[in-house]
Protein backbone atom coordinates (compact mmCIF):
# COMPACT_ATOMS: atom_id res chain seq x y z
CA UNK A 1 0.00 0.00 0.00
CA UNK A 2 2.78 2.27 0.81
CA UNK A 3 6.42 2.80 -0.63
CA UNK A 4 9.23 0.49 0.76
CA UNK A 5 10.88 3.49 1.79
CA UNK A 6 7.92 4.70 3.83
CA UNK A 7 7.65 1.55 5.37
CA UNK A 8 10.95 0.75 5.68
CA UNK A 9 12.24 4.34 7.57
CA UNK A 10 9.22 3.63 10.58
CA UNK A 11 10.58 -0.13 10.31
CA UNK A 12 14.33 1.11 11.22
CA UNK A 13 12.71 3.12 14.11
CA UNK A 14 10.40 0.81 15.73
CA UNK A 15 11.79 -2.73 14.60
CA UNK A 16 15.19 -2.99 15.43
CA UNK A 17 17.00 -3.16 18.37
CA UNK A 18 15.69 -5.67 21.50
CA UNK A 19 12.28 -5.49 20.18
CA UNK A 20 9.09 -7.62 21.41
CA UNK A 21 5.33 -7.11 22.13
CA UNK A 22 3.67 -6.39 25.05
CA UNK A 23 -0.04 -6.26 25.69
CA UNK A 24 -2.77 -4.97 23.59
CA UNK A 25 -1.14 -4.48 20.67
CA UNK A 26 2.36 -2.57 21.89
CA UNK A 27 5.38 -3.13 20.70
CA UNK A 28 8.68 -1.65 22.33
CA UNK A 29 12.15 -1.35 21.12
CA UNK A 30 15.25 -0.75 22.99
CA UNK A 31 17.30 0.87 19.76
CA UNK A 32 21.44 0.92 21.12
CA UNK A 33 22.00 3.72 18.14
CA UNK A 34 19.24 6.03 18.74
CA UNK A 35 20.10 9.55 18.52
CA UNK A 36 20.50 11.15 21.85
CA UNK A 37 18.26 14.10 21.09
CA UNK A 38 15.50 11.61 20.49
CA UNK A 39 15.25 9.10 23.53
CA UNK A 40 11.95 7.89 22.57
CA UNK A 41 9.41 8.44 20.18
CA UNK A 42 6.15 6.67 19.76
CA UNK A 43 3.87 5.58 16.63
CA UNK A 44 -0.05 5.02 16.83
CA UNK A 45 -1.36 3.45 14.52
CA UNK A 46 -4.99 4.13 12.39
CA UNK A 47 -5.48 0.24 14.14
CA UNK A 48 -4.93 1.57 17.45
CA UNK A 49 -1.64 -0.53 18.16
CA UNK A 50 1.23 1.21 19.30
CA UNK A 51 5.01 1.50 18.85
CA UNK A 52 7.54 2.57 20.89
CA UNK A 53 10.95 2.95 20.58
CA UNK A 54 13.38 4.00 23.43
CA UNK A 55 17.37 4.15 23.75
CA UNK A 56 19.58 2.11 26.16
CA UNK A 57 19.63 5.08 28.61
CA UNK A 58 16.23 6.01 28.49
CA UNK A 59 14.93 2.62 28.95
CA UNK A 60 17.28 2.31 32.33
CA UNK A 61 15.39 5.84 33.10
CA UNK A 62 12.41 4.55 33.34
CA UNK A 63 12.83 0.94 34.47
CA UNK A 64 12.39 -1.39 31.24
CA UNK A 65 14.87 -4.18 30.26
CA UNK A 66 14.00 -6.39 27.07
CA UNK A 67 10.89 -8.52 28.02
CA UNK A 68 9.52 -6.29 30.25
CA UNK A 69 5.56 -6.54 30.26
CA UNK A 70 4.01 -3.24 29.22
CA UNK A 71 0.89 -1.66 27.68
CA UNK A 72 0.59 1.30 25.99
CA UNK A 73 -0.82 2.86 28.93
CA UNK A 74 1.48 2.17 31.74
CA UNK A 75 4.61 2.81 29.11
CA UNK A 76 2.74 6.27 29.04
CA UNK A 77 2.64 6.06 33.00
CA UNK A 78 6.55 5.53 33.59
CA UNK A 79 7.17 8.38 30.81
CA UNK A 80 4.98 10.48 33.52
CA UNK A 81 6.76 9.26 35.94
CA UNK A 82 10.07 9.53 35.00
CA UNK A 83 9.71 13.18 33.50
CA UNK A 84 9.63 12.43 30.10
CA UNK A 85 6.89 14.70 28.13
CA UNK A 86 5.97 14.13 24.83
CA UNK A 87 5.41 16.62 22.29
CA UNK A 88 2.37 17.73 21.11
CA UNK A 89 1.63 14.60 18.14
CA UNK A 90 1.38 14.97 14.40
CA UNK A 91 -0.85 13.02 12.55
CA UNK A 92 1.56 11.69 9.11
CA UNK A 93 -0.04 11.27 5.69
CA UNK A 94 1.77 9.35 2.88
CA UNK A 95 0.78 9.09 -0.67
CA UNK A 96 0.05 4.71 -1.45
CA UNK A 97 1.47 3.51 -4.29
CA UNK A 98 -2.27 4.14 -6.30
CA UNK A 99 -2.06 7.83 -5.45
CA UNK A 100 1.60 8.40 -5.88
CA UNK A 101 0.85 7.21 -9.86
CA UNK A 102 -2.49 9.03 -10.16
CA UNK A 103 -0.41 12.13 -8.14
CA UNK A 104 2.27 11.68 -10.94
CA UNK A 105 -0.05 11.58 -13.76
CA UNK A 106 -1.88 14.91 -12.77
CA UNK A 107 -1.73 18.27 -14.75
CA UNK A 108 0.16 21.53 -12.69
CA UNK A 109 -2.84 24.39 -12.53
CA UNK A 110 -1.99 27.75 -14.17
CA UNK A 111 -2.10 29.35 -10.91
CA UNK A 112 0.67 26.98 -9.47
CA UNK A 113 4.27 27.39 -9.96
CA UNK A 114 7.81 26.55 -8.70
CA UNK A 115 8.98 29.31 -6.47
CA UNK A 116 12.89 30.16 -6.55
CA UNK A 117 15.28 33.20 -4.89
CA UNK A 118 14.39 35.14 -7.81
CA UNK A 119 10.94 35.62 -6.00
CA UNK A 120 12.47 36.70 -2.81
CA UNK A 121 10.29 39.85 -2.75
CA UNK A 122 7.17 38.10 -3.12
CA UNK A 123 7.88 35.56 -0.65
CA UNK A 124 8.66 38.74 1.93
CA UNK A 125 6.03 40.09 1.55
CA UNK A 126 3.82 36.68 1.69
CA UNK A 127 5.59 36.50 5.11
CA UNK A 128 4.58 39.70 6.10
CA UNK A 129 0.93 39.16 5.58
CA UNK A 130 0.81 35.83 7.22
CA UNK A 131 -0.14 35.58 11.14
CA UNK A 132 3.09 34.63 13.26
CA UNK A 133 1.58 31.26 14.68
CA UNK A 134 0.62 30.19 11.17
CA UNK A 135 4.54 30.42 9.87
CA UNK A 136 6.01 28.99 12.84
CA UNK A 137 3.63 26.04 12.40
CA UNK A 138 3.97 25.55 8.99
CA UNK A 139 7.66 26.13 8.40
CA UNK A 140 7.73 27.27 4.77
CA UNK A 141 10.79 28.40 3.32
CA UNK A 142 11.95 30.03 0.38
CA UNK A 143 15.31 27.92 1.10
CA UNK A 144 13.75 24.68 0.85
CA UNK A 145 14.81 21.85 -0.98
CA UNK A 146 11.63 22.47 -3.29
CA UNK A 147 9.20 26.07 -3.27
CA UNK A 148 5.54 25.98 -4.78
CA UNK A 149 3.45 28.89 -5.07
CA UNK A 150 -0.30 29.66 -5.49
CA UNK A 151 -1.37 32.74 -7.22
CA UNK A 152 -4.94 34.84 -7.26
CA UNK A 153 -4.16 37.61 -9.81
CA UNK A 154 -0.70 38.08 -9.21
CA UNK A 155 -0.65 38.05 -5.30
CA UNK A 156 1.41 34.98 -3.57
CA UNK A 157 -1.72 33.55 -1.55
CA UNK A 158 -0.13 30.13 -1.02
CA UNK A 159 3.19 28.31 -0.33
CA UNK A 160 4.31 24.81 0.00
CA UNK A 161 7.99 23.91 0.82
CA UNK A 162 9.65 20.65 0.95
CA UNK A 163 12.81 19.77 2.54
CA UNK A 164 14.55 15.75 3.02
CA UNK A 165 13.31 14.99 6.66
CA UNK A 166 15.53 13.25 8.80
CA UNK A 167 18.36 11.29 6.44
CA UNK A 168 15.92 9.52 4.88
CA UNK A 169 13.94 9.96 0.97
CA UNK A 170 11.16 11.10 2.43
CA UNK A 171 10.01 15.06 1.70
CA UNK A 172 8.43 16.85 4.89
CA UNK A 173 5.46 19.06 3.46
CA UNK A 174 4.51 22.55 4.81
CA UNK A 175 1.99 24.72 3.54
CA UNK A 176 0.36 27.92 4.54
CA UNK A 177 -2.40 29.86 2.85
CA UNK A 178 -3.10 33.58 3.66
CA UNK A 179 -5.68 33.72 5.64
CA UNK A 180 -8.33 35.93 3.11
CA UNK A 181 -7.29 33.21 0.82
CA UNK A 182 -8.36 29.69 1.95
CA UNK A 183 -11.76 27.98 1.12
CA UNK A 184 -10.20 28.07 -2.83
CA UNK A 185 -8.42 24.88 -3.18
CA UNK A 186 -4.93 26.75 -3.21
CA UNK A 187 -3.18 24.82 -0.31
CA UNK A 188 -4.36 21.35 -1.89
CA UNK A 189 -3.43 22.18 -5.41
CA UNK A 190 0.47 23.35 -4.11
CA UNK A 191 0.96 19.95 -2.03
CA UNK A 192 -0.13 17.99 -5.06
CA UNK A 193 2.34 19.78 -7.42
CA UNK A 194 5.14 19.88 -4.69
CA UNK A 195 4.31 16.32 -4.05
CA UNK A 196 4.51 15.24 -7.67
CA UNK A 197 8.16 16.75 -7.50
CA UNK A 198 9.05 15.06 -4.64
CA UNK A 199 8.54 11.57 -6.68
CA UNK A 200 9.54 12.66 -9.99
CA UNK A 201 12.74 13.20 -7.34
CA UNK A 202 13.07 9.38 -6.36
CA UNK A 203 11.54 11.15 -2.68
CA UNK A 204 8.06 10.06 -0.84
CA UNK A 205 6.68 13.32 0.42
CA UNK A 206 5.38 13.30 3.71
CA UNK A 207 2.69 15.38 5.10
CA UNK A 208 2.22 16.80 8.82
CA UNK A 209 0.04 18.21 11.10
CA UNK A 210 -1.79 18.50 14.60
CA UNK A 211 -4.53 16.23 15.28
CA UNK A 212 -6.71 18.97 16.15
CA UNK A 213 -6.13 20.98 12.90
CA UNK A 214 -9.29 19.46 11.06
CA UNK A 215 -8.19 22.14 7.52
CA UNK A 216 -5.16 20.92 7.54
CA UNK A 217 -6.46 16.69 7.79
CA UNK A 218 -8.44 17.69 4.92
CA UNK A 219 -5.98 19.63 2.96
CA UNK A 220 -3.72 15.85 3.06
CA UNK A 221 -7.29 13.95 2.03
CA UNK A 222 -7.59 16.72 -0.84
CA UNK A 223 -4.30 16.26 -2.28
CA UNK A 224 -4.75 12.28 -2.25
CA UNK A 225 -2.44 11.62 1.28
CA UNK A 226 -3.70 8.51 3.16
CA UNK A 227 -3.78 8.88 7.33
CA UNK A 228 -0.27 6.32 8.32
CA UNK A 229 -0.43 7.61 12.24
CA UNK A 230 0.09 9.80 14.97
CA UNK A 231 3.84 10.56 15.79
CA UNK A 232 5.13 11.25 19.48
CA UNK A 233 9.20 13.17 20.36
CA UNK A 234 10.02 13.15 23.29
CA UNK A 235 11.03 16.43 24.46
CA UNK A 236 13.39 15.83 26.80
CA UNK A 237 15.56 13.96 27.08
CA UNK A 238 16.61 11.59 30.59
CA UNK A 239 19.21 11.99 32.86
CA UNK A 240 22.71 11.56 31.65
CA UNK A 241 21.67 10.33 28.17
Keep these: M ?7 FWDATFATGDTWDGAEGFTLA ?19 TVAAAVSPAAAAALGISAGTSLDAVSFRERLSSA ?3 LHDPDCLFYVTDEAASVLSRGTTPD ?8 DAALFSRFQSNAPADDLEEAYVELDHWSVVGGFVD ?7 SAYPWRGAALADIGV ?3 PGFRGRGLARDVVRSIGCTALA ?5 QYRCQPANTGSRAVAAAAGFTYFGQWELVVDTPSGD
Design 201 to 205: QGLSP
Design 176 to 178: LTL
Design 154 to 160: DELACVA
Design 111 to 118: HVRQLTSA
Design 2 to 8: FSPTITT
Design 83 to 85: GLV
Design 30 to 48: IHPDRDPLRPVEVLTYPDG
